[in-house]
């Protein structure tokens, strides 16, 4: 990485996900909030993914609520950016190969 704006970026990005997310709220989101006022949250389905080790914005497996969003932030940022870098860096090489 020759362009220190991606790095800093990333270092940004991963200490907000990481830091910030600390002081979110535990509250329900909108369309929760709003399935309950209207009536039909009863209705709602559980997902299929509830069972995941990132389900619910959390870490499965640290009890500390607060660091474990942290923790699924940083890891959502890093996964993020990971398959990000390879498709432009697949897309880079691909198109260097054209004539």
Known sequence: ???????????????????????????????????????????????????SPLAEYGLAGVDNERISGGLAGVIGVASTAAVSFAIFYGMRRFNKSKP
């Open 1 to 51: 990485m020759k362009n220190p704006l991606i790095i800093v970026g990333f270092a940004v990005s991963l200490a907000l996900a990481g830091g910030v997310s600390y002081y979110a709220s535990s509250q329900p989101d909108g369309l929760e909030k709003v399935a309950g006022d209207v009536g039909f949250l009863d209705s709602a389905k559980e997902s299929a993914v509830k069972d």
